[in-house]
Structure formats: C-alpha cells, structure tokens
C-alpha cells in the first residue's frame, strides 16, 4: 500500500504523512528530503542555481521512482503536481490524500518559515493565492480523497485520512 500525500507547501503534508506512516506502521518518505540527499544541497540553493525547470525535472524523476518503489507514506513536494505526468504516477500507484489548506491558513503557519524557495518574495501571501489558483485544480484532479486542514491537530487530521481510506476499503477497520 502506498499513500501519497499532496497539497501547498506548509499544509502538513510532512508532518501528517509522518504521523500517519506511524499509525500504518509504514515507512515515510519525503520526496523533497530524497531531492536533498541526491543534490547535496538544500532545494532553494538548487532552486537557486539551476532554475525551477531543472529542479521539476528532477522531481519528476524521484516521484516516478518513490511511487514505483514498496510500501510508504509519501510526502510531495508542493509543485510536484504541476506536471502531468507526475499526477499519473501519484493517482495511478497511489492513494492520494489532497491536505486542503487556504491560503491565509499556510500563511498563518508559514510567515517565518525561510527555507520556501517559492515563498521569497515581497507578499508571500499574494504568492500563496496565487498558487492556490494555480494548483488546487490540479491537487483536486490527483487526489481520491481531499482533508480539510483547517484548525485541527495532526492527530486528528490522521484520525480523518485512517478513516477516509478505512471507508473505501484501502486499509482494514481496526
């Protein structure tokens, strides 16, 4: 069983996909972590560097590998659903849980964070809106189930997702 978690950057997908894996009793992986380790840099340096298009290149190659490899909880990288091929490989070897978060909500969790390659910019909250614009169509388009984040704790958040896919059948009721 493989579960992949999509949505924007800072709507939990890390940290809920890593309490999740927990629950499942399956690995975590992090597809920007395993970025990290190929490049021997931080994204935004690489981001930096190279250009958006290098970098999505990339993802792209670890995404096909990750959704291919054995049993995991995957945390995307936010953009990773920008090209078609990488919603494919997510929605056809995986089941994927869409955080759903407002703009205004990351925002709120994010307005310090300055490791955001994406987030650099003068109005970091316009800069959300817009890929919000951008990519829930997409997110929505990938995922067999979307979670509302809103306000709740994590535990909860997972408690939500376990019961989600215990619902349709991808994991037994306990």
Do not use: W
Not at 4 to 18: I, Q, Y
Not at 46 to 73: H, K, M, N, P, Y
Request: glycine fraction near 8%.
């Amino acid at each position: 069983m493989k579960i992949a978690c999509v949505g924007l950057p800072g709507s939990g997908k890390s940290t809920v996909g890593r309490q999740l894996a927990r629950r499942l009793g399956l690995p975590f992986v992090d597809s920007d972590q395993v970025i990290e380790q190929r490049i021997g840099c931080s994204i935004r340096e690489f981001f930096e560097r190279e250009g958006e298009a290098s970098f999505r290149d990339l993802e792209q190659l670890v995404i096909d590998e990750l959704t291919q490899g054995g049993a995991c909880v995957l945390s995307t990288g936010g953009g990773s659903v920008l090209r078609p091929v990488n919603r494919e490989h997510l929605r056809g070897r995986a089941q994927v849980v869409y955080l759903h978060s407002a703009p205004e909500e990351v925002f709120r969790r994010l307005r310090h964070d300055q490791n955001r390659p994406l987030l650099q910019v003068a109005d970091p909250l316009a800069r959300l809106r817009d890929l919000y614009i951008a990519r829930d169509p997409l997110y929505r388009e990938t995922a067999q189930f979307v979670i509302e984040t809103g306000r709740p704790s994590v535990s909860t958040l997972v408690n939500m997702i376990l019961m989600q896919l215990e619902l349709a059948g991808v994991v037994p009721a306990p």
